[in-house]
T-cell receptor, first 114, second 109 residues
Framework: NAGVTQTPKFRILKIGQSMTLQCTQD?????MYWYRQDPGMGLKLIYY???????DKGEVPNGYNVSRSTTEDFPLRLELAAPSQTSVYFC?????????????FGAGTRLSVL | DQQVKQNSPSLSVQEGRISILNCDYT??????FLWYKKYPAEGPTFLIS?????DKNEDGRFTVFLNKSAKHLSLHIVPSQPGDSAVYFC????????FGAGTRLTVKP
């Protein structure tokens, strides 16, 4: 199994450009997440989804959009890139049970907005 | 607001000794707690977890303790090995998870 796959690994954007960060999981997990990690900081939750067709905002959703049309895919959209969105982005998936929620992470996408 | 805090940015221990990493949280609704390990240029990997109905969970050299009244959890690594050197994140929540800022553990040979 590939697990959680993120593309691209690296990207440089100009201010005002848009892009989509791709995330795919092959574990049939119901939950998926997007986080960003700024230097020296922890992971901040951007958006999450508890199943196809359902998405919810996390701690830092402004400037981002998501969709979940299938169980496998959870793309993150940046519409008007800003320097404050320079960060490393991690996608994760999990199979949420009553007392368990272990997340499996992709390798990350390093994004620079100049 | 930072709902999960790791107040020690770094920790250095000698090989063979115990490593204790600490984490505090503020939201009493959190019902599931995890520790992740992260190497540079990789995503976090799951290490150990505990649900709110327990106060201790053990897996080999790793033990997580949960003190709900104090809203505090800790990770004990015994004995510590050089390969344990990494950044450790605690996470807490339910459907959505909140992460601490991480503690960089260095285990010296």
């Amino acid at each position: 199994n590939a697990g959680v796959t993120q593309t691209p690994k690296f990207r440089i954007l100009k201010i005002g450009q848009s892009m989509t960060l791709q995330c795919t999981q092959d574990m049939n997990h119901n939950y998926m997440y997007w986080y960003r990690q700024d230097p020296g900081m922890g992971l901040k939750l951007i958006y999450y989804s508890v199943g196809a067709g359902i998405t919810d905002k996390g701690e830092v959703p402004n400037g981002y959009n998501v969709s979940r049309s299938t169980t496998e895919d959870f793309p993150l959209r940046l519409e008007l890139a800003a320097p404050s969105q320079t960060s490393v982005y991690f996608c994760a998936s999990s199979y949420r049970e009553r007392d368990k929620n272990i997340q499996y992470f992709g390798a990350g996408t390093r994004l620079s907005v100049l | 607001d930072q709902q999960v805090k790791q107040n020690s940015p770094s920790l250095s221990v000698q090989e063979g000794r115990i490593s204790i990493l600490n984490c505090d949280y503020t939201n009493s609704m959190f019902d599931y707690f995890l520790w992740y390990k992260k190497y540079p240029a990789e995503g976090p990997t799951f290490l150990i977890s505990i649900s709110s109905i327990k106060d201790k969970n053990e897996d080999g050299r790793f033990t997580v303790f949960l003190n709900k009244s104090a809203k505090h959890l800790s990770l004990h690594i015994v004995p510590s090995q050089p390969g344990d050197s990494a950044v450790y994140f605690c996470a807490a929540g339910g459907n959505d998870m909140r992460f601490g800022a991480g503690t960089r553990l260095t285990v010296k040979p």
